[in-house]
C-alpha cells in the first residue's frame, strides 16, 4: 500500500516538473520574441563610414543610363564559346576550326 502513495508521489513530481519546464521555455520564447519585436522597431542607427541610401541610388542611376546605340557586348561569343546573337558576330571569327578523322 505505501508502494502505490510513493509511485503516486513521485508521479505527480514528475508531472509538476515537466509543466514547470514547459512554462518556463514559453516564457523565455516569449521574452525573446518581444525583445526581438522591439528592437526590429527601433531606426537602423547611422555608423560613420557607412554607405547612405541616396548616393548609392543616384550611383545605380548613373550606371543604368548606358546609349541605347551601343552594341551589346557578349564575351562568350567573342571567346567562341556561345553562337552570337547578331550575324557575323565575333562567334563565327573566333570559331575553332572542324577537325576531319
Not at 516538473?17 to 526590429?40: E, H, K, Q
Amino acid at each position: 500500500m505505501t508502494n502505490d502513495i510513493s509511485d503516486t508521489a513521485q508521479a505527480m513530481q514528475r508531472i509538476k516538473v515537466g509543466v514547470t519546464g514547459l512554462a518556463a521555455v514559453l516564457l523565455l520564447i516569449l521574452l525573446a520574441s518581444a525583445v526581438l519585436s522591439w528592437a526590429s522597431k527601433e531606426k537602423p542607427v547611422a555608423v560613420a563610414g557607412s554607405a547612405k541610401p541616396d548616393v548609392v541610388a543616384n550611383m545605380t542611376q548613373a550606371n543604368a543610363s548606358t546609349p541605347a546605340d551601343a552594341p551589346a557586348k557578349e564575351p562568350l561569343a567573342e571567346l567562341g564559346v556561345a553562337p552570337s546573337a547578331a550575324p557575323g558576330g565575333a562567334a563565327n571569327s573566333a570559331a575553332p576550326a572542324s577537325r576531319g578523322h
